[in-house]
């Protein structure tokens, strides 16, 4: 399927829903006022959250450039850059592949490979997920491998490097 053939897939599944909802609505208007209702009070609890969302992209967007971020993953950014990647990668949160644009922005902008491989490593040490990691493997388990992955993210990094530079 061809990129555009699926990009319209999802308009079609669109339409078909609206109109199915038309015609449920003109047939029996009685039917449909619980979902509209159940509709609109969803739509009263997250719009605000959008709201927040959205400006803080904005915010985001506003301070933060690629140029900004390179400062300080740049090749002279030492322990400070691996200190950066690291936490960069635990805090950071949604589905990976969100964030490729980004790293090859950066890596555009001359940020060293071994950062992005760090960042990369750690967004498996996971905060929100730790009470349960703990939970299950015992505190001292959970806190040695963190600090283990923490650890490899670097070496993981300093490969990354020296694979790239043979590779040039």
């Known amino acids: 399927m061809k990129r555009s053939e699926q990009s319209m897939a999802g308009w079609y599944f669109l ?3 609206i109109a199915i909802c038309i015609v449920v609505f003109i047939a029996k208007p009685s039917a ?3 979902s509209l ?11 605000p959250v959008f ?17 900004k971020i390179v400062k300080h993953l740049g090749k002279d950014a030492g322990a400070k850059g691996w200190f950066y990647s690291i ?15 980004l790293l090859s922005e950066l890596q555009k ?25 703990i939970y299950y493997f015992g505190l001292v388990y959970a806190v040695v491998l963190t600090i283990v992955m923490i650890i490899a993210s670097v ?6 490097e020296k694979i790239m530079e043979v590779k040039k």
């Open 15 to 17: 339409l078909i829903v």
């Open 32 to 34: 449909m006022m619980p």
């Open 37 to 47: 209702s159940f509709f609109a009070g969803i739509i009263k609890k997250i719009i």
């Open 51 to 67: 709201i927040l969302i959205f400006a803080l992209l904005v915010i985001m967007n506003w301070l933060v450039k690629p140029e």
């Open 87 to 101: 936490i960069g990668g635990i805090i950071s949160t949604g589905p990976i592949y969100m964030w490729y644009p």
């Open 109 to 133: 902008h001359k940020a060293r490979n071994g950062y992005v491989a760090a960042f990369l490593y750690n967004r498996a040490v996971k905060p929100a997920l730790l009470p349960l990691f």
């Open 155 to 160: 070496f993981q990094g300093i490969i990354v």
